[in-house]
């Protein structure tokens, strides 16, 4: 009986914590400049890998002028239009980049390229500065949004590769006029939201390193859906099409590692989302797919949501996402997956689970937006419905910040480094390929 009290309670809790998917933007989108917290240039180019394999350079037509000149290897490179421009967004122009390529520069901008073995990946999710209704982020003050010095730092280490996990576009409701925290902050699905959120503040660290993109729950259809799929969508773009609300696993080749994404935009945390559980049933058959390709490379799965991630109710662990637990079934496509990584809730998780039914955990969502509150010690944890999935460590770290994960040439382990968000180390753990193990605060 108390098992099930705590579990109405957490669920209740989440429901409180996540928004509904099918809720409509309350207030309709303003173009707004961008404010002082976000101040300098936005990035107008960045490289991502791509879902049909290889990378693929973007650039915005910010004064609708054409595509920008791009040079590979000192070579031109031809960027055609993506996207047409609207009233809310530039155009997007992109190209696929040769392979092995050492240098690459868009608009004068130089860029980083892919590089064949990335020992340093950059990971972080949730970074945006939420407004929306009573909940009011000073986006404003950097201590209370360091999304701007948090790109600084990270982007000082040099990573290979940028891996953030969703959530990008948090201003969903104008800012109070008698507020300080945010006022002249722009809000809505637009360029200048996504400016403000993310291509001012992340400019150096999507000039630094090529990116994997993840979808979020708040780039859902009915929020800031349109909007990444126009500019960070692994899709062809349509612009007449409708937002599609939920894209199929793709795996992306990086280096040792394939990088499985699924997007868990749709899947409810609570309660069941009985109508989503099927799409979720094939995207676990997607993934035994990707998995009986017989590349031999290591397999992790991105994805925003954690299947089994914590948060607190009354001091208590508890959690887990009702949906994607209900269409995992008997576990079999978690098989050939070493690691878990997601986002979502805002701390910073590592999480080894009993009898190896699943792949540990990492939740990296903690780069900007208001933080959550978790038990340090995450033994124990309750998850909604009846995965047979049970904590065997776990931790959690709260404040801001960010990872990286390291390792020595083509090695299997990796050093998982905690950076808070001014690029101070916090904590360090290990991923030996089958466990993660942290060591006590440094």
């Known amino acids: 009986m108390k098992r099930a009290l705590v579990l109405l309670a957490a669920a209740a809790l989440l ?3 996540v928004p509904s998917v099918n809720q409509p933007p309350a207030t309709p989108p303003s173009t707004a400049p961008v404010v002082a917290a976000a101040s300098g240039a936005p990035a107008t180019a960045w490289v991502q890998y791509a879902s049909g394999g290889g990378a693929e350079v973007r650039a915005l037509d910010i004064g609708g002028k054409g595509c920008p000149a791009a040079l590979a290897d000192g070579k031109p490179l031809a960027l055609v239009m993506r996207a047409p421009a609207t009233a809310d967004f530039p155009a997007v122009c992109a190209a696929m980049l040769p392979a092995h390529i050492a240098s690459l520069s868009v608009g004068g901008q130089a860029l980083g390229v892919p ?59 104008p800012c109070p006029p008698d507020n300080a925290g945010c006022a002249g902050s722009p809000h809505g699905d637009n360029w200048a939201s996504w400016a403000a959120d993310l291509f001012v503040p992340a400019a150096p660290l999507l000039q630094a390193a090529p990116w994997i993109v993840v979808r979020g729950n708040h780039e859902d259809c009915y929020r800031a859906g349109p909007g990444f799929l126009r500019l960070f969508g692994p ?14 696993p793709y795996a992306l080749s990086v280096g040792g590692q394939l990088v499985a994404v699924m997007d868990s935009a749709s899947a409810a945390d609570t309660p069941l ?11 676990f058959e997607a993934l035994k797919a990707i998995a009986s390709t017989g590349t031999g490379q290591e397999i992790w799965l991105a994805s925003h949501r954690p299947i089994w991630g914590v948060i607190t109710f009354n001091g208590l662990p508890a959690g887990g996402n009702a949906t994607m637990i209900k269409a995992a079934g008997d576990l079999s496509a978690f098989k050939a997956i070493s690691l878990m990584l997601a986002g979502h809730i805002h ?32 033994k124990g944890a309750i998850f909604q419905g009846d995965s047979g999935v049970h904590v065997d460590t776990g931790l959690s770290v709260g404040g801001f910040g960010f990872l990286m994960l390291t390792r020595e040439k083509l090695s299997a382990s990796w050093t998982i480094q905690l950076y808070d968000s001014n690029g101070t180390p916090e904590r360090q753990c290990a991923f030996d390929g089958e466990h993660v193990r942290c060591l006590k605060p440094m």
Request: proline share 8%.
């Open 15 to 17: 429901a409180a914590c």
């Open 273 to 283: 989302d009985e109508k989503a559980v099927p799409d979720y049933v094939r995207d």
């Open 115 to 173: 590089v064949d073995h990335p020992n340093r990946i950059l990971v972080l999710g949730d970074t945006g500065c939420r407004i929306k209704g009573n909940y009011l982020q000073a986006c404003n003050d950097p201590k209370a949004w360091p999304f701007a010095g948090l790109s600084r730092a990270a982007a000082a280490m040099k990573p290979d590769l940028v891996l953030h996990l969703g959530d990008y576009l948090y201003r969903e409701s």
């Open 347 to 378: 701390t910073f998780e590592a999480i080894n689970y009993q009898g190896h039914k699943v792949p540990p955990q990492i939740i990296a969502g903690h780069g900007g937006d208001n933080l959550d509150v978790t038990p340090v010690d995450l």
């Open 235 to 248: 899709e062809k773009f349509d612009p007449a099409a409708p937002c599609n609300t939920h894209l199929e």
